[in-house]
């Protein structure tokens, strides 16, 4: 590729660090979406210096405009063609924060695989996925795309995502780099402030695991990090990715537009003050603007260090190139390939599986669930029939062939109104149950949807305790983008599934989990607050000095009008089958760090219902040369019993299950006292050495 790169002028350079949409190809559109070319200042002739295409209609439209680009360039360097394949291109899967709930990563990998079939016979070469930003405040719209609160579950479903996507060769872009799920107050495009400490042991975890999982691109964040958008962020970009971690061929691009709203940010003063800016810092393509393409050359006069920046991101670009394999094939895409894909029993059972197995049940009074086929139920409210159950960033997901939960349930009694008095009363008070369907809009949540009150709509809670009256038996399926404040009708609802957003199969694995042909396995991957003025309220918090013990006394961290307690914590989730922890046991509680103990656990499924248990194991590092959180996941299994059934499980303590970043941002482990939990089980164990030795 340096031999390409030296053949290149220094337009065509800039052009490869240049994405935009494919409508400005198009004449007799450019005119009419996003504005025209000349608000992106360039004419119709330079178009044909791009580097890549943000976004595509599927095989067909790419190669029209392959073909109309190397006719028209002079570098013949082939457009790369990337786009948000996040949870399904055409077959939709679970949304990223439901399928973290499944807490089972081999499946989330497959769907993913199964995404890149799909995503490479569109013609997309690149995915912007996964997203791995760590979140704790479900007012920010974006918690959807994420895979929740807890660091070592963002770093294993990032890590498998991306890996699921570069075996099938599609390449990953994780992204956004860095910590924009900490955006102040839930808002999205917010603020972002955390200390060098909190990025590294927790909010870059994401980034790490997609990194090792095989992502070859970086996008960054919208966000300030350090008062400096990551966008033109040289310590974030270069100094963090490249020179820390080692990813030098990492190619590293902005997020829509970002580049040159480091001016809105006050930080950069024009276009080529934000070109030199993010060309210095690490960024190699700016997407959706064109301020590299048309100010970087006058630059170069004044700073030499500018020329060698834009050769190292061209080569990194080529280089990716050549990877994604498009100087043998640029017209990769296959509509006939797509429509097997998108038809066959593999791709849908995947999409299912992961449906079912992301499923939370947060209530089951007097096991009135699974449901009994005999008993006649009502089914209500506006999910009843409603086939827009894709959720947010559904690509080319097609909701019209979705089918709806009406399709699978025979019912005595079908309404999809929202108000009781849209209800035939006389109906409903000859059936057994009531299944009712309620929650969020598909598009109350994504980007920019933030929310200052994420309550249960009151028209939503009204209904519920009316229908409560009744007397019947009421299931409520739960739909939405977030976790939801639920504290007001729980008492009311005998069971509540919540589902987020499941994809194309999302009806069939309700409909089959109502009725316990499969039994719910999914944990909460983010906390359920009892009341918004709790928020950030997650599990994995730090001790404070004045501990709320509920012994009385008035100065120690506590509400004066709420509980510090979220209505359901992270890890939470019931099944049909009954799980019971028996022995903790562990090989050695003093050690070093040369033998390493092993946690078995032995659990019986005491139940007549096989089902799947997530085994978690949390360690607390009791004192250290920082302060600690009072647990932290670090391992975790999901285990298939039989009816029945006892099993032990072990868990061999590895290294990193101990070390964290300390003050100096040295990765170590500290000699001293652990917990080690399981369930409500716990055990201390021991690093021997002296009080302050640390091992790195
Ligand atoms: C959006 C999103 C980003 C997405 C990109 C391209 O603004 O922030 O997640 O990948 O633009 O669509």
């Not at 499946?107 to 199964?114: D, G, H, I, P, S």
């Not at 995915?127 to 070592?152: K, N, Q």
Request: hydrophobic residues 40%; neutral net charge.
């Amino acid at each position: 590729m340096k031999e390409l790169l030296k053949k290149l002028t220094l337009k065509e350079k800039l052009g490869q660090l240049t994405q935009l949409a494919p409508h400005f190809f198009n004449e007799q559109l450019k005119a009419k979406l996003y504005g025209k070319i000349k608000d992106l200042e360039i004419n119709y002739e330079e178009l044909f210096y791009l580097g890549s295409i943000l976004g595509i209609g599927g095989p067909k439209e790419k190669k029209e405009l392959q073909d109309l680009y190397l006719k028209n360039s002079k570098s013949k360097i082939p457009l790369l063609f990337m786009g948000d394949v996040i949870h399904g291109c055409k077959t939709i899967y679970p949304v990223p924060l439901a399928q973290a709930c499944s807490f089972n990563v081999e499946l989330v990998k497959e769907n993913a695989k199964m995404a890149a079939r799909e995503a490479k016979a569109f013609g997309l070469d690149v995915t912007f996925s996964p997203m791995s930003d760590l979140v704790r405040d479900p007012r920010w719209g974006r918690v959807i795309e994420s895979y929740g609160e807890d660091p070592y579950l963002n770093y294993s479903f990032s890590k498998a995502t991306a890996k699921g996507y570069q075996e099938e060769g599609l390449i990953s872009c994780v992204k956004h780099f860095a910590a924009y799920g900490l955006s102040e107050a839930g808002r999205d495009y917010n603020t972002v402030d955390l200390s060098r400490v909190n990025l590294f042991n927790y909010y870059l975890s994401g980034y790490q695991g997609a990194l090792e999982g095989g992502s070859e691109m970086v996008m960054t964040a919208f966000n300030t990090f350090e008062y400096l958008p990551a966008t033109i962020n040289r310590y974030l970009l270069t100094n963090i990715i490249r020179e820390n971690w080692g990813y030098d061929e990492a190619v590293i691009i902005a997020d829509y537009d970002a580049l040159l709203q480091t001016k809105a940010h006050g930080v950069t003063k024009d276009d080529k003050d934000a070109a030199v800016k993010g060309i210095l810092a690490g960024l190699d393509i700016e997407m959706a603007s064109t301020a590299y393409l048309r100010t970087l050359e006058a630059a170069i006069k004044k700073d030499k260090r500018i020329i060698k920046a834009i050769d190292e991101a061209v080569l990194r670009v080529l280089k990716l190139k050549e990877k994604a394999n498009l100087f043998n094939n640029a017209f990769s895409g296959d509509d006939k390939l797509l429509a097997e894909l998108i038809n066959s029993k593999e791709h849908q059972n995947l999409s299912y599986q992961l449906a079912v197995e992301s499923v939370v049940l947060l209530k089951n009074e007097n096991n009135i669930l699974p449901l009994n086929k005999n008993i006649k139920v009502a089914l209500l409210g506006n999910y009843a029939t409603s086939n827009d159950l894709l959720g947010a960033w559904s690509w080319y997901g097609d909701t019209s062939q979705t089918k709806a939960l009406n399709d699978f349930f025979e019912v005595e009694y079908l309404s999809n109104g929202e108000d009781y008095q849209d209800y035939d009363l006389e109906k409903i008070k000859k059936i057994e149950a009531i299944i009712l369907t309620l929650g969020e809009e598909a598009k109350e949540s994504g980007e920019a949807r933030s929310k200052a009150n994420i309550n249960l709509k009151y028209s939503q809670v009204k209904l519920i305790k009316k229908l409560k009256k009744l007397g019947k038996p009421l299931i409520l399926i739960l739909f939405s983008g977030r976790p939801l404040i639920l504290t007001e009708i729980i008492k009311d609802v005998d069971a509540l599934f919540n589902v987020f957003f499941l994809g194309s199969n999302s009806s069939k694995a309700i409909y089959d989990l109502v009725y316990g042909s499969v039994n719910p396995s999914g944990k909460l991957a983010m906390t359920f607050p009892r009341s918004v003025g709790q928020i950030p309220l997650y599990y994995n918090h730090l001790r404070t000095g004045r501990p709320f013990l509920n012994d009385g006394n008035p100065y120690s961290s506590h509400y004066l009008d709420e509980k510090n307690e979220p209505l359901f914590p992270f890890g939470f989730g019931l099944s049909y089958s009954s799980f019971v922890y028996e022995d903790l046991k562990i090989d050695k509680s003093s050690f070093t760090l040369d033998e390493l103990p092993t946690i078995k656990i032995t659990i019986l499924n005491e139940s007549k219902f096989a089902g799947k248990e997530v085994v978690m194991l949390f360690i607390k590092d009791e004192i250290a040369s920082i302060s600690r959180p009072v647990k932290e996941l670090k391992q975790f299994k999901k285990v298939s019993f039989q009816a029945g059934e006892r099993k032990e499980i072990s868990f061999k303590l590895k290294y990193q299950d101990l070390a964290f970043y300390n003050q100096d941002l040295n990765y170590q482990v500290e000699a001293g006292d652990f917990l080690v939990m399981v369930a409500d089980k716990s055990l201390k164990i021991t690093l021997k050495g002296d009080e302050n030795e640390d091992f790195k």
